[in-house]
């Protein structure tokens, strides 16, 4: 069974960093894409950053600059570090995956870690 395993949320001042991991799980044959996501409350979930294999890594155009995206292959995990934290980046965050598993290419979610930024 595929996992997608988020951890690194919290509470954190405006300024301030974190660090998320996805840590995707099971009989994985490729990744095509991986991504996160955030999801404030009242709103639409929003793309935050993501790649596709062989592409280059996006950044949607309110966190260029402050967060970075990361991925360590060989354990199939993935990271957004998060640097100077502003009240609007409190959202729920979600990682999105395209996999290519034993029963084929799916789109797969994490459970998605609250990130809060509050003074």
């Known amino acids: 069974q595929v996992q997608l395993v988020e951890s690194g949320g919290g509470l954190v001042q405006p300024g301030g960093s974190l660090r998320l991991s996805c840590a995707a799980s099971g009989n994985i044959f490729a990744i095509n894409a991986m991504a996160w996501y955030r999801q404030a409350p009242g709103k639409q979930r929003e793309l935050v950053a993501g790649y596709t294999r062989g592409g280059r890594t996006n950044y949607s155009d309110s966190v260029k600059g402050r967060f970075t995206f990361s991925t360590d292959n060989a354990k199939n995990t993935v990271y957004l570090q998060m640097n100077s934290l502003k009240p609007e980046d409190t959202a729920v965050y979600y990682c999105?995956?395209?996999?290519?598993?034993?029963?084929?290419?799916?789109?797969?979610w994490g459970q998605g870690t609250q990130v809060t930024v509050s003074s």
């Open positions: 999105n995956a395209d996999l290519l598993t034993n029963l084929g290419r799916s789109d797969y």
